[in-house]
């Protein structure tokens, strides 16, 4: 067994399992040789120079092996991702082996100076950047092709040999991390420093910015109450609360960039480097050399993708909304039915029928999305692009317009053709609150019981009554690897954006929307929570600086928003009542204040400063100093050449 | 005399003078000797390591220097500027002494490798680089406090020893340039990297937007002249050209974009690094511990300066609005009479006097616009902003507001109170040619007589016949430092801003403004070639990577001639008519086509990329090679450390 061990580390105790590469059942056996020695080998052969070692349980080597690194590789490892870490002084700077030491709880024995997601993402990164040096293909595997510079990782997984690689969760960590998050009842905020240690930042973000939504939607609701409450329909009372509802999205909107820098800088990406951008998994094309790298590697022709994407994908995109259109229109009818059926009986039975409609659609509304998203997800893939974030930015937009009509769609029509005030409130209650119940249900607590069932079934088989913490290493290995797989922050994110645009497009028809918001942000933040530590598979960690599209998907909303409320309000009877000689007035007011509103809105954005002050200056004194630092080597090069200018 | 030169050259004919520094007339001695020693010391001894030598005329010595540099030390400081040069194998790279025989045109005896603008430049920044050490005061001027790193230039500049620093013209390059620029009337485009290599990037960046931008200009005249010709008014042809010259003002300014990445990638400047921003000349305060350098430097708190800016410069600028609606309105008083004194009298003198209270207006507006501009440098200047930009921006923001107000609320007026389109195209007409007059008149032609004046008589004084080519170096020197300082781009871009307004506001009613923008632009392009080369010191070269903060201000100004001109098309009684029975749908049909442009023009400012394909094919390979670079650092890092792993 030792030769599968790296031959740096000859002690066992060293070695703490970080991550579990599962192959596939009937792996050639020159192949795993050929992998685990190309892992462990020395970063000077171009291995990753890592720990790795087979699981052995009572069924015997099962092809799972656990990935550990010694404590000196992985600081090596966090140089090389570029890893943004606190100082003794309190800044934060990119580590560097050789400045370790001035780094706050740095010490050659301290083991928690990195944390195990940190220690998980080096890994990881090492293992993706594992690159084929002269192999023509995986040993043992001719059809699974390789070149020179070709990440074996990737290559693997493509050709299926490589099942899945994931970190291990830690079972006390996570007792501790669950118990302060969702394991009790407790008005506060969550423990964002502690979700970013264990699950990284990309996961923590999302969670701050569900925590800071909801605190957001707080006033709206707050102020929405009593205009449910007291049936207040007065106009100056609604255009002030759509107003404020406007405006504050803006604020709102705003303030989030600086809240988002105030935690990623503590958290450190915020100065991290970009790094340059391999090209994704998926993508293939006949080997070129790639004018950007001068390596060889697949290449795909721009041209090819360009068509693709508007002679297939925008076609099935339109033809989708239209199908959504269609389907709105049926819905039409049968809410058509329900109402002649309402008058027919008058029975409370009848009354109930009225929802009925609603219900369906929003159940229809929901199942479309999830097919569309499949599709979308297939077509994206095949336009074949080269980097992930093209990928998600076309994945992204593809959904986004999708989901944005087939959800809203019958909304603009009620308001805006039908111009019946009564059924959007209606059908927008519902719609509202099917689906923020059908997406607790489906994302969460439908995940959990089926994963409690299955747990308890697999302890059975285990003929053992040893709680979570007892496990060995092999009995929570083989309990993890079955766990579903958390797919990123997407649906979540998305999930948001159509809570706000419920809250935010028809503010003024139903000042509800934001209280049901918050009251179903609270319950998601225990539920997405329990299902981030108790049904999926550990993530990986992903450091970001910021939530990226979404920023502007929401900001895009909100300007929306402006138009359809400002739209509704001068429909309103009330106001109406206001212009009682001229329609024309009235337009003209409407799209006058649309107008200022709007402008108001550009000029926040523009005023508001991204950065809080100072995260400003600490920025600024970072860059001065990496400036002063270069101006130095600039310096002391001109005292060597000064005897070169003396003899000029 | 000797002691006056760097004592690194010995030998006298290295010496090409490429700066003036004119001192105050009646200077301490020790005070010029010191600043001599400074700028001539060694960079060890905190010196500049530049040559200087005291200019001799007829009239004995007259504070005048001139400072030049040896070939390596302009080597030297090409790479302290971060100069980007182009290389051997044409890429662009940043420019470093110890790879310079990688770079196109470089050999050791090469000295027109780098331009004489570059030269100049690398010595301005020196000079301004030149920092006070121990001392307290400027020696011999106790009141001329200084602090360590102090700028002494920017100290000698505030406190008035010393008058100017500027860079002599090259007389035969600036007459091969001239003939080439302005010589012959020829159709075809500007020598831009001549002007580039004269006169720096952000002038030769300026005429390539005033070129890019006729051009731009020329579709819409050429669409536009029909309509005055023929005097179409129908209703689709309008539509139609409104449309187009909306969408193509999007167009343009994106495209602009592309073609600026162009530019300033061949010139380098894409790729420059931005240097850290030292306190502008003028920024006062009490001496305190910058927190973002950790130097003592003027300090000034961020609050006063707040309420400067809300408590004074906000209500002054208020008030100068309200005071130019003020005049506005006495022009309409005074239109009002020369109309009654039309009807009135009815003949050929009074159907001119018609045209007479516009063109009292638009002299006015410009007057108005120059008084104004000095109040708000004069105000900018008292906020006592730290940076140089942040001055710019707050400068640039009063102008714009007051300057657009100024010119466009009468039209405003006109278009959306009076509703008569008459007179607004006779008020557009108006305002548009005599401003253009005028300010060719005030900033080129006018100058140039008065310099052409002063030189017939300078030169008489001198007794000479020679022509400009003969003239001794003390004679041009003496010549060119009474010459105007040319103050930056300024103006110039606002001209053009105000222009773009004139043509794009309400291009539906006046479609030859483009033709006569054109025309105007044609002959701006000689004349302030002329005024570049004939009538200004040489300014400065200054790297620049695009035109800035008027990229927005454009685009600002393509946003709201969207609005204008649909309200325009919306008044006009050929669309009226389409709509008899109801307004409403008028009002409601010109609301949603001006959305669905708006939206349009955002989607297509997403979509055009702002570099083209193949410069950011160059960017990214840059990117990666630097990156890579990093990653054999740490390699290699890694390699040493790798007998440390084994014993670990």
Request: neutral net charge.
């Given at each position: 067994?030792?030769?599968?061990?790296?031959?740096?580390?000859?002690?066992?105790?060293?070695?703490?399992?970080?991550?579990?590469?599962?192959?596939?059942?009937?792996?050639?056996?020159?192949?795993?040789?050929?992998?685990?020695?190309?892992?462990?080998?020395?970063?000077?052969?171009?291995?990753?120079?890592?720990?790795?070692?087979?699981?052995?349980?009572?069924?015997?080597?099962?092809?799972?092996?656990?990935?550990?690194?010694?404590?000196?590789?992985?600081?090596l490892g966090a140089e090389a991702v570029g890893l943004v870490k606190e100082c003794s002084d309190n800044s934060m700077r990119t580590f560097t082996y050789s400045s370790r030491k001035t780094f706050k709880h740095y010490a050659d024995d301290n083991h928690d100076f990195l944390t195990m997601a940190e220690c998980q993402y080096i890994i990881k990164h090492e293992l993706e950047n594992l690159r084929a040096k002269d192999e023509k293909m995986i040993p043992g595997y001719p059809q699974a092709k390789l070149y020179p510079g070709k990440s074996i990782v990737r290559r693997l997984l493509t050709s299926g040999i490589l099942v899945q690689i994931f970190p291990l969760h830690d079972r006390e960590e996570l007792k501790k991390l669950s118990h302060s998050w969702y394991g009790r009842v407790k008005i506060g905020y969550q423990p964002l420093d502690d979700i970013r240690c264990y699950f990284g930042e990309t996961i923590a973000l999302y969670f701050g910015f569900l925590e800071y939504f909801t605190f957001a939607l707080i006033p709206m609701a707050v102020i929405g109450i009593p205009y449910y409450v007291f049936a207040w329909e007065d106009y100056d009372k609604y255009v002030m609360f759509a107003t404020f509802n406007l405006l504050w999205s803006t604020v709102i909107l705003e303030v989030w960039k600086r809240m988002c820098a105030i935690l990623t800088y503590r958290w450190g990406t915020l100065l991290m480097k970009r790094q340059f951008e391999e090209p994704r998994p998926g993508f293939h094309g006949v080997l070129g050399i790639n004018p950007v790298t001068g390596r060889e590697e697949p290449m795909y022709s721009s041209i090819k993708r360009q068509?693709?994407?508007?002679?297939?994908?925008?076609?099935?995109?339109?033809?989708?909304?239209?199908?959504?259109?269609?389907?709105?229109?049926?819905?039409?009818?049968?809410?058509?039915?329900?109402?002649?059926?309402?008058?027919?009986?008058?029975?409370?039975?009848?009354?109930?029928?009225?929802?009925?409609?609603?219900?369906?659609?929003?159940?229809?509304?929901?199942?479309?999305?999830?097919?569309?998203?499949?599709?979308?997800?297939?077509?994206?893939?095949?336009?074949n692009h080269r980097l992930e974030s093209s990928y998600q930015n076309h994945l992204i937009l593809k959904v986004l317009v999708f989901n944005f009509l087939n959800c809203f769609a019958s909304l603009f029509y009620i308001a805006f053709v039908m111009f019946d005030m009564k059924l959007l409130r209606q059908s927008l209650a519902t719609l509202l609150i099917t689906s923020q119940i059908l997406n607790q249900f489906a994302e969460s607590l439908l995940p959990y019981w089926l994963q409690k069932r299955y747990n308890r079934r697999m302890r059975k088989r285990m003929c053992s009554t040893k709680t979570d913490m007892d496990l060995s290493l092999a009995e929570q290995v083989n309990m993890e690897k079955e766990m579903g797989t958390y797919l990123g922050t997407f649906d979540d994110y998305l999930e948001l954006f159509l809570q706000f645009g419920y809250v935010s497009l028809f503010s003024c028809v139903y000042p509800l929307a934001a209280v049901f918001a918050v009251l179903n942000n609270i319950t998601e933040i225990y539920s997405d929570a329990l299902k981030m530590c108790r049904v999926y598979k550990r993530p990986f960690a992903e450091p970001t600086a910021n939530i990226g599209v979404w920023q502007l998907a929401f900001e895009t909303m909100s300007v929306i928003s402006v138009v359809t409320n400002c739209i509704l309000i001068g429909m309103s009877p009330e106001v109406d009542a206001l212009f009682p000689d001229s329609k024309m007035d009235l337009v003209l007011t409407v799209a006058l204040v649309e107008h200022l509103l709007l402008a108001i809105k550009f000029i926040m954005a523009f005023v508001i400063p991204d950065k809080p002050r100072d995260i400003q200056m600490k920025l600024a004194k970072l860059e001065f100093e990496s400036l002063e630092a270069l101006k130095q080597q600039v310096r002391a090069f001109q005292m060597q050449l000064h005897f070169l200018l003396i003899h000029h």
């Amino acid at each position: 067994e030792m030769e599968s061990w790296s031959f740096l580390d000859t002690a066992e105790s060293n070695f703490k399992p970080l991550v579990v590469i599962e192959l596939a059942k009937g792996t050639k056996e020159e192949t795993i040789e050929w992998f685990t020695k190309r892992i462990v080998d020395k970063k000077a052969n171009g291995g990753a120079q890592l720990l790795m070692k087979p699981l052995v349980t009572e069924n015997g080597v099962e092809n799972i092996y656990l990935v550990g690194a010694s404590h000196l590789r992985l600081l090596l490892g966090a140089e090389a991702v570029g890893l943004v870490k606190e100082c003794s002084d309190n800044s934060m700077r990119t580590f560097t082996y050789s400045s370790r030491k001035t780094f706050k709880h740095y010490a050659d024995d301290n083991h928690d100076f990195l944390t195990m997601a940190e220690c998980q993402y080096i890994i990881k990164h090492e293992l993706e950047n594992l690159r084929a040096k002269d192999e023509k293909m995986i040993p043992g595997y001719p059809q699974a092709k390789l070149y020179p510079g070709k990440s074996i990782v990737r290559r693997l997984l493509t050709s299926g040999i490589l099942v899945q690689i994931f970190p291990l969760h830690d079972r006390e960590e996570l007792k501790k991390l669950s118990h302060s998050w969702y394991g009790r009842v407790k008005i506060g905020y969550q423990p964002l420093d502690d979700i970013r240690c264990y699950f990284g930042e990309t996961i923590a973000l999302y969670f701050g910015f569900l925590e800071y939504f909801t605190f957001a939607l707080i006033p709206m609701a707050v102020i929405g109450i009593p205009y449910y409450v007291f049936a207040w329909e007065d106009y100056d009372k609604y255009v002030m609360f759509a107003t404020f509802n406007l405006l504050w999205s803006t604020v709102i909107l705003e303030v989030w960039k600086r809240m988002c820098a105030i935690l990623t800088y503590r958290w450190g990406t915020l100065l991290m480097k970009r790094q340059f951008e391999e090209p994704r998994p998926g993508f293939h094309g006949v080997l070129g050399i790639n004018p950007v790298t001068g390596r060889e590697e697949p290449m795909y022709s721009s041209i090819k993708r360009q068509l693709r994407i508007y002679l297939v994908s925008l076609p099935f995109v339109c033809l989708c909304l239209y199908f959504s259109l269609y389907v709105m229109m049926i819905y039409f009818d049968l809410e058509q039915w329900a109402l002649d059926y309402h008058k027919e009986n008058e029975s409370n039975f009848s009354s109930l029928m009225l929802y009925v409609p609603s219900i369906i659609y929003a159940v229809v509304i929901e199942i479309m999305n999830l097919i569309y998203r499949y599709a979308a997800e297939f077509l994206t893939s095949w336009e074949n692009h080269r980097l992930e974030s093209s990928y998600q930015n076309h994945l992204i937009l593809k959904v986004l317009v999708f989901n944005f009509l087939n959800c809203f769609a019958s909304l603009f029509y009620i308001a805006f053709v039908m111009f019946d005030m009564k059924l959007l409130r209606q059908s927008l209650a519902t719609l509202l609150i099917t689906s923020q119940i059908l997406n607790q249900f489906a994302e969460s607590l439908l995940p959990y019981w089926l994963q409690k069932r299955y747990n308890r079934r697999m302890r059975k088989r285990m003929c053992s009554t040893k709680t979570d913490m007892d496990l060995s290493l092999a009995e929570q290995v083989n309990m993890e690897k079955e766990m579903g797989t958390y797919l990123g922050t997407f649906d979540d994110y998305l999930e948001l954006f159509l809570q706000f645009g419920y809250v935010s497009l028809f503010s003024c028809v139903y000042p509800l929307a934001a209280v049901f918001a918050v009251l179903n942000n609270i319950t998601e933040i225990y539920s997405d929570a329990l299902k981030m530590c108790r049904v999926y598979k550990r993530p990986f960690a992903e450091p970001t600086a910021n939530i990226g599209v979404w920023q502007l998907a929401f900001e895009t909303m909100s300007v929306i928003s402006v138009v359809t409320n400002c739209i509704l309000i001068g429909m309103s009877p009330e106001v109406d009542a206001l212009f009682p000689d001229s329609k024309m007035d009235l337009v003209l007011t409407v799209a006058l204040v649309e107008h200022l509103l709007l402008a108001i809105k550009f000029i926040m954005a523009f005023v508001i400063p991204d950065k809080p002050r100072d995260i400003q200056m600490k920025l600024a004194k970072l860059e001065f100093e990496s400036l002063e630092a270069l101006k130095q080597q600039v310096r002391a090069f001109q005292m060597q050449l000064h005897f070169l200018l003396i003899h000029h």
